[in-house]
């Protein structure tokens, strides 16, 4: 048994409880009680002192992409060997886990990285957090890379442009063992040939997907900035929004009717209005980015008036969105004009219901897997306690003690 004594719990569902006591017993939350009730055991076990700390659970990223590194340009990574690109994204996995991220949802990746990481990371031939993974998009011609002359040979980056290969496509992934389905309803800010603003898939193959995805139990993510790519989105079914850039009243209401969560992924142009002239990226993206960035924020406050389930993402992968720097994120989302208890939520028990998990992780509750921060100070005060890991001073993966940044032993 392992027992954290004496600190402020925070469960990742809105709840605090002050100098309390949580067990962890064969990797699973045990009692979580006043400390004013419990009696230190005398028999074998370690007690960590966690007073004048919190408690909480272990941090969910909803969107990443464990492949890129937001410092390598792209026209670099194509011409590296898998080799380099797999191990580069184990390192990734390594630095997210340190930043108090036990659980990732990456959603896009080529040549199955994200796969063999995932598997090799159960298999425990290396260490990061829990991964859940979409593999390739589901995505036309044009809607995100563009095509390459044809004496260019690039691999790994697969487009569909009808129905049927929609279908193919998904029943491909699901075989191959992808957790869940990614699709493209818009282009992208970040290309010079793609508008955030244009419709990539039809109705009908965004419907295609959706349909195909859920009779093999997935779930799907949709990426999606521009209005008519939400409201596509929407009425296929996806069962979560990416990026949304313009989502308006009508889809805020159809939102809250079926459940379906907004991913708003705050870093990326908060990293970009940050830089400002020292921005290195080309006046295009500077300039997508940032008028999007103006639309996202009012969607943002139109769905939290709304009541809209939000889960965090931080888009790690994306230019100057660095694994590992996961919690910028909540910075930003508090800086978007969320409550921190609240964004602790969208990165802990929200998170986790996006993502099928939480009757396994996101909370504070008796009989979950034991994957628990302690961290110095109150993140409810100030959410970027978070961002710096020297404030994380323990991360349990499943009841074992993976980052140990000198927690101290409890003594009377």
Not at 387 to 401: K, M, P, T
Request: hydrophobic letters at 40%.
């Amino acid at each position: 048994m392992q027992i954290l004594y004496g600190g402020r719990v925070i469960d990742g569902r809105g709840n605090v409880m002050d100098d309390a006591v949580v067990t962890i017993e064969d990797g699973r939350i045990g009692n979580i009680v006043p400390c004013s009730e419990f009696t230190v055991p005398r028999d074998r076990c370690d007690v960590y002192d966690a007073r004048n700390r919190t408690v909480m659970p272990g941090l969910i990223d909803s969107h990443t992409h464990i492949q890129e590194s937001g410092r390598h340009g792209e026209a670099q990574t194509m011409r590296e060997v898998l080799p380099k690109k797999a191990i580069r994204a184990a390192s990734h996995a390594r630095e997210t886990l340190e930043g108090g991220y036990t659980t990732i949802r990456d959603l896009g990746s080529e040549l199955f990285i994200d796969l063999g990481l995932r598997d090799a990371l159960e298999e425990g031939l290396t260490t990061g957090p829990r991964m859940l993974v979409s593999s390739y998009k589901i995505m036309p011609t044009g809607a995100d890379f563009q095509p390459f002359p044809p004496e260019v040979n690039v691999a790994g980056w697969e487009t569909m442009d009808s129905p049927h290969a929609v279908r193919k496509a998904v029943r491909h992934l699901s075989a191959i063992g992808a957790d869940l389905i990614k699709i493209m309803t818009t282009g992208r800010t970040f290309r010079k040939q793609s508008s955030p603003d244009a419709v990539a898939l039809t109705l009908e193959e965004a419907r295609t997907a959706v349909e195909e995805a859920h009779n093999q139990g997935k779930k799907v993510a949709a990426h999606a900035h521009g209005s008519r790519g939400v409201k596509m989105a929407l009425e296929a079914g996806c069962d979560s929004v990416e990026h949304g850039t313009v989502i308006d009243d009508d889809d805020v209401e159809a939102m809250v009717r079926k459940g379906i969560f907004l991913v708003p992924t705050m870093s990326y142009s908060s990293h970009v209005k940050e830089m400002g002239d020292t921005c290195t990226l080309p006046d295009y993206v500077v300039e997508k980015t940032l008028k999007a960035r103006e639309l996202r924020l009012k969607s943002l406050a139109r769905a939290i008036a709304g009541g809209v389930k939000i889960a965090a993402g931080s888009d790690a992968g994306m230019p100057s969105v660095f694994h590992g720097d996961n919690a910028f994120e909540l910075i930003s989302m508090v800086n978007a004009g969320m409550k921190p208890r609240d964004v602790i939520v969208a990165a802990t028990s929200a998170a986790a219901e996006l993502l099928g998990i939480d009757d396994i992780v996101g909370s504070v509750t008796t009989g979950k897997v034991a994957d628990l921060l302690v961290v110095e100070g109150n993140p409810e005060e100030d959410i970027a306690l978070l961002r710096n890991r020297e404030n994380i001073r323990a991360i349990f993966q499943s009841g074992r003690l993976v980052i140990d940044r000198g927690l101290p032993l409890f003594r009377e």
